[in-house]
């Protein structure tokens, strides 16, 4: 599976953004797809991802402000991003994983001013 991420940029704290990621190959019916996040001198963290059933999972520090979604049909997974702090600032990258592995795509930088 090969991973397209796009839609990163900059913009001013308390903006949005928003992320897609295009996956090609063969797509296993149970998987998962979500966005992780590296900032400078930091591990690479989940952000939220979402299951083929449609189950969520996100990171605390994005509840409430950032959304995940998927169109199976498209083999696309998306990140609404809201109310971006300076905090959210990293690299974005695109996972797809089942049973057999994970994927990753490109990384795609999100800066959010202050």
């Known amino acids: 599976v090969q991973l397209q991420a796009s839609g990163g940029g900059l913009v001013q704290a308390g903006g949005s953004l928003r992320l897609s990621c295009a996956a090609s190959?063969?797509?296993?019916?149970?998987?998962?797809m979500g966005w992780y996040r590296q900032a400078p001198g930091k591990q690479r963290e989940l952000v939220a991802d979402?299951?083929?059933?449609?189950?969520?999972n996100y990171a605390d520090s994005v509840k409430g402000r950032f959304t995940i979604s998927r169109d199976n049909a498209k083999k696309m997974v998306y990140l609404q991003m809201n109310s971006l702090k300076p905090e959210d600032t990293a690299v974005y990258f695109c996972?797809?994983?089942?049973?057999?592995?994970?994927?990753w795509g490109q990384g795609t930088q999100v800066t959010v001013s202050s």
């Open positions: 996972n797809y994983r089942n049973t057999f592995g994970s994927n």
């Open positions: 190959g063969s797509i296993s019916s149970i998987n998962a």
């Open positions: 979402m299951a083929s059933g449609g189950r969520t």
